[in-house]
């Protein structure tokens, strides 16, 4: 009987300090294992017992095991339950913390340009031409009246993808396949990317224009102008208007090139319009009546306005950004600045 109870003060002063599960399942191993488990142990001392007291030392083991597990048991469940809270308090989430501000990204400045742009002539019933990029020399040139040996092929210098296809240099090259195409009337807007051997501050080997191309009975030089009037007080605000300037396209006769009272300064004179109140902003023109024929289309009958506009300078010019470069570098800090639409 002192065995049992040696035991059980044993194991009271070793189970004092044991507040963790692992230390508790030491504890566990140390008085239960079937191997190495104190109480275990007690069984093997049964040989040396004498018969009539087996029955009762057996009983007193089965106790002092039960009592031993009791303990254990209730150990183990306060541990846990404190584990668990120990848990709550280190997972615990405070949801009156401001979130994190998740960062909106915006479009591109051409692509705004461009959709201000699209917006504009959409109100005025224009249709959008995709064109493509790829295209052959009678598209980009000939048909365009730029026949191979015509001084204005120098103006565009061009990157050739085999002797027949090229990378277009304008978007121009779509006015032949919506003309032939389409019977007049004709009212498309042709944006797109186009290339040209070129590189400097103000010029990249790819960037994007916006061709419109007008073709109906009694199209003149005078449509054009009120249309454009129209365009540049959309885009570059109320009180501006255009002025035409002669110009030289092969492809429009007569050519203008067309002027914007300068949006800085009203047209007093500044940096931006460099002191003249003007700022060029675009290409246009009657359509050549060759270039109508060329399509198929009765120039005695039918005659026509096109315009074509970079869309790159007409974004840096209402942005303010004096480099080309800064619009192809994706530099966050300049594409952050700019919220137009
Ligand atoms: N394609 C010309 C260029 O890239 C721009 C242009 C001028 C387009 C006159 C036109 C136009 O449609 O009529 O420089």
């Given at each position: 009987m002192?065995?049992f109870?040696?035991?059980?003060?044993?194991?009271?002063?070793?189970?004092?300090?044991?507040?963790?599960?692992?230390?508790?399942?030491?504890?566990?191993?140390?008085?239960?294992?079937?191997?190495?488990?104190?109480?275990?142990?007690l069984?093997?001392?049964m040989?040396?017992?004498?018969?009539?007291d087996k029955a009762a030392f057996g009983q007193g083991v089965n106790a002092l095991k039960d009592?031993?597990?009791?303990?254990?048991?209730?150990?183990?469940?306060?541990?846990?339950?404190?584990?668990?809270?120990?848990?709550?308090?280190?997972?615990?989430?405070?949801?009156?913390?401001?979130?994190?501000?998740?960062?909106?990204?915006?479009?591109?400045?051409?692509?705004?340009?461009?959709?201000?742009?699209?917006?504009?002539?959409?109100?005025?019933?224009?249709?959008?031409?995709?064109?493509?990029?790829?295209?052959?020399?009678?598209?980009?040139?000939?048909?365009?009246?730029?026949?191979?040996?015509?001084?204005?092929?120098?103006?565009?210098?061009?990157?050739?993808?085999?002797?027949?296809?090229?990378?277009?240099?304008?978007?121009?090259?779509?006015?032949?396949?919506?003309?032939?195409?389409?019977?007049?009337?004709?009212?498309?807007?042709?944006?797109?990317?186009?290339?040209?051997?070129?590189?400097?501050?103000?010029?990249?080997?790819?960037?994007?224009?916006?061709?419109?191309?007008?073709?109906?009975?009694?199209?003149?030089?005078?449509?054009?102008?009120?249309?454009?009037?129209?365009?540049?007080?959309?885009?570059?605000?109320?009180?501006?208007?255009?002025?035409?300037?002669?110009?030289?396209?092969?492809?429009?006769?007569?050519?203008?090139?067309?002027?914007?009272?300068?949006?800085?300064?009203?047209?007093?004179?500044?940096?931006?319009?460099?002191?003249?109140?003007?700022?060029?902003?675009?290409?246009?023109?009657?359509?050549?009546?060759?270039?109508?024929?060329?399509?198929?289309?009765?120039?005695?009958?039918?005659?026509?306005?096109?315009?074509?506009?970079?869309?790159?300078?007409?974004?840096?010019?209402?942005?303010?950004?004096?480099?080309?470069?800064?619009?192809?570098?994706?530099?966050?800090?300049?594409?952050?600045?700019?919220?137009?639409?």
């Open positions: 002192n065995r109870e040696e035991i059980r003060q044993q194991f009271l002063e070793e189970a004092k300090e044991r507040v963790d599960s692992q230390s508790i399942y030491e504890l566990r191993k140390a008085y239960l294992d079937r191997k190495i488990g104190k109480v275990n142990a069984m093997k001392e040989r040396s017992i004498p018969k009539e009592w031993v597990l009791e303990q254990l048991t209730e150990m183990e469940s306060k541990a846990r339950a404190a584990e668990l809270q120990r848990r709550y308090e280190r997972e615990k989430i405070d949801v009156t913390v401001p979130g994190k501000e998740i960062k909106r990204g915006k479009l591109h400045p051409i692509t705004q340009m461009k959709e201000q742009m699209v917006n504009v002539f959409a109100g005025m019933g224009f249709e959008i031409y995709e064109g493509s990029e790829i295209e052959n020399d009678y598209y980009n040139f000939t048909a365009l009246n730029t026949p191979m040996d015509h001084p204005a092929r120098d103006m565009q210098d061009t990157f050739y993808l085999s002797p027949e296809f090229l990378l277009r240099t304008q978007t121009s090259a779509g006015q032949i396949h919506v003309m032939e195409q389409e019977k007049p009337p004709i009212k498309i807007l042709s944006p797109g990317k186009v290339f040209r051997s070129d590189d400097d501050a103000t010029h990249s080997p790819m960037f994007s224009q916006m061709e419109g191309l007008v073709v109906d009975k009694g199209i003149t030089l005078c449509d054009l102008q009120g249309m454009l009037d129209e365009f540049v007080q959309q885009i570059y605000g109320e009180g501006t208007h255009t002025r035409l300037r002669p110009s030289f396209f092969p492809f429009t006769e007569p050519s203008v090139e067309v002027d914007v009272s300068c949006f800085a300064c009203g047209g007093k004179g500044c940096k931006l319009c460099k002191g003249t109140g003007w700022i060029e902003i675009l290409g246009a023109g009657v359509v050549n009546k060759k270039v109508l024929e060329n399509c198929g289309i009765d120039s005695d009958v039918y005659s026509g306005f096109a315009f074509g506009i970079g869309i790159e300078r007409a974004a840096m010019l209402k942005y303010g950004i004096n480099n080309i470069k800064l619009l192809f570098e994706s530099d966050l800090r300049v594409l952050d600045q700019i919220d137009d639409m």
